[in-house]
């Protein structure tokens, strides 16, 4: 019996010493570091044509405030084909968090831009579509190959 009670009694002590241990602060997550991610806005022109300067620009925002001095921002811009060669090049700074680069491109189809930045340990790439001049027929089947396939319907109704 003397024994029962002290393994109980002893039970009782680590369950009481664990529980101790596991007692929170109340503000134990303001101790933590609040991450504020880095935000982006890239624009293009509405149509772009082949053989044109075109601006691009990226608008970057972190907890709601411009980002005018950004650790560093890089564009990289390529053809869906692979003919045009895909290059990091530097942004300008703008002013009111805008960041650009100038480019001509050199001939019709699907393009890709990937903005390569970072500012106050945050980093980001996000990446934008788009079309200069018409697409080719190419082109076209690679936007469709993802495209759901339309059931037919062979049903008759009476």
Known sequence: MKKTLLVLLLACLICLLLSACS??????A?????????????ALPASIKANAVTEIKVTLHQNGEEVNNADYVHFEVWKQDGSAKRVMEVAD????????????????????????????DSIIMPQKQFIVGELSEGDLKYLQKDLPQQEENHEHHH
């Not at 007692?23 to 134990?28: F, I, P, V």
């Not at 700074?93 to 930045?117: E, M, P, W």
């Open 23 to 28: 007692l929170l602060k109340q503000d134990a």
């Open 30 to 42: 303001s101790l933590y570091k609040k991450e504020t991610p880095l935000e982006a806005e890239i």
């Open 93 to 120: 700074k703008q002013g009111n968090g805008d960041y650009s680069i100038k480019k001509t491109l050199s001939s019709d189809g699907l393009y890709y831009v990937k903005v390569h930045a970072s500012y106050n």
